[in-house]
């Protein structure tokens, strides 16, 4: 056998399952209505193969924590000190991970390699280089600025960079000798995209989070109502983004000076804005996998793991979503009316945080949660979306042809 006809069988071989949900001409994306509805169709279509990892993992995450504070409440702590961030890991790693999962996932849909998209992802993840970024000191390399690693958690940065490099993939496959397609393809694709992430969008998304983040900060000094409303209300959005930790510092500086913090309870009002919304799917919706599928999701959200419910249920019928941003909306407003206070941060933000409200403000806390809850989750009943039953000629047209991951979460919520 020549080298050609090799380079060829090896190919074959290395993207035969790359190649079930592929197409002749560009990649895969959704099309039709407006670009907002487009991306919110392909997020969803991207998140649907990796729910199960998030559910689960979710739900263990949840009764970890659950079990931390039932056991810190009644003065019990782990004899082993190592105990708790081992069994954290085991709650955490697709979290943490997350967007080398949504790069393999969104290759998959946009008919590229997925290998070579999850090591584009995992590329800003080495322990080496996020030990470098996470030590305090200034990070550059050639005089570029390199990715903050805040910024890799970004769903949509992923995202764009991924879609480019699926273009950059093909036209390198179209252009390339088949005896060097194994070598050439996905080193030249890796070479562009990589340096694209780690040294021009992620510092530009970088400093683009710390403008918010210092607009932010401003507003919570001088117009605390009007923050709350507006964190309360962007709080899902920037956590698409990969935003949402850029607060952290800012409740940090104010628990070491005050004591306490105004700010959590407004993250917490989103989380139950989502899980709000989730639930009204629940009621809304008459088909059984959509009401399973919002009953696990919209509960991992009332217990602070969000990611589920807002990827797999509100983005994927959009009304629910916006719902959830009203909810959030009003639920901070209230927090900040009546500068409810946290007196920690707690690692998820849902009801388990409770245990971090007290005073006289924790009544507000309570009342807060309800009505980001209640009101996400009426908005969802009475305004409507568009049920899976009627949805359903709409759905191979957007996610594109169906992948053995797809399946897995059917049989999921069928059985």
């Known amino acids: 056998m020549n080298q050609e006809l090799l380079s060829k069988e090896i190919i074959s071989r290395v993207e ?3 190649k079930q949900a592929l197409t002749s001409g560009s990649p895969q994306a959704p099309t039709g209505g407006n670009p907002i509805s487009r991306l919110f169709d392909f997020i969803s279509c991207v998140f649907t193969p990796i729910l199960p990892a998030m559910i689960g993992t979710g739900m263990i995450k949840v009764v970890i924590y659950v079990l931390i504070y039932v056991l810190m409440s009644f003065g019990f702590l782990l004899s082993d000190p190592q105990a708790y961030p081992i069994l954290l890991a085991i709650s955490d790693g697709v979290f943490y991970f997350l967007p080398i999962f949504v790069a393999a996932s969104a290759a998959r849909k946009l008919g590229s390699n997925v290998f070579v998209a999850a090591a584009v992802g995992a590329s800003v993840f080495h322990p080496q280089l996020t030990a470098l970024l996470q030590s305090g000191e200034e990070v550059r390399f050639a005089g570029l600025s390199v990715i903050n690693p805040q910024a890799a958690s970004s769903i949509i940065l992923i995202l764009v960079v991924v879609w480019m490099a699926a273009y950059v993939e093909k036209w390198l496959d179209k252009h390339t000798p088949s005896s060097l397609k194994l070598m050439a393809v996905p080193t030249l694709t890796l070479v562009i995209t990589i340096p694209l992430l780690m040294f021009v969008l992620g510092p530009l998304w970088s400093y683009l989070g710390q403008y918010i983040s210092d607009g932010l900060a401003w507003l919570f000094d001088n117009a605390g109502v009007f923050a709350g409303l507006l964190l309360g209300g962007t709080m899902s959005v920037l956590i698409i983004t990969g935003m949402q930790y850029i607060m952290i510092p800012m409740m940090i500086s104010s628990l070491a000076a005050l004591g306490y ?3 959590f309870p407004v993250v917490v009002a989103a989380a139950l804005a989502q899980a709000g919304a989730a639930f009204g799917v629940l009621f809304k919706s008459k088909n059984a996998k959509v009401k399973t599928l919002a009953f ?3 509960l991992l959200a009332m217990m602070g793991v969000i990611e589920p419910a807002m990827y797999g249920v509100t ?5 629910p979503f916006v719902a959830a941003l009203i909810g959030g909306t009003l639920g901070g407003a209230f927090m900040s009316i009546f500068e409810t206070e946290s007196m920690a941060i707690g690692g998820v933000s849902g009801l388990p945080s409770l245990g971090l409200f007290g005073g006289p403000t924790f009544i507000y806390a309570i009342l807060g949660m309800l009505i980001s809850l ?17 949805e359903l000629s709409k759905v191979a047209p ?3 042809s169906s992948t053995s991951s797809d399946v897995t979460v059917e049989k999921s919520l069928n059985s």
């Open 16 to 18: 035969v399952e790359d």
């Open 261 to 263: 913090d105004h700010i």
């Open 296 to 298: 696990w999701t919209g």
């Open 315 to 319: 983005m994927r019928f959009k009304k």
């Open 374 to 390: 209640v009101t996400a989750g009426v908005i969802t009943y009475f305004i409507g979306f568009v049920d899976e039953k009627e």
């Open 398 to 400: 957007v996610c594109g």
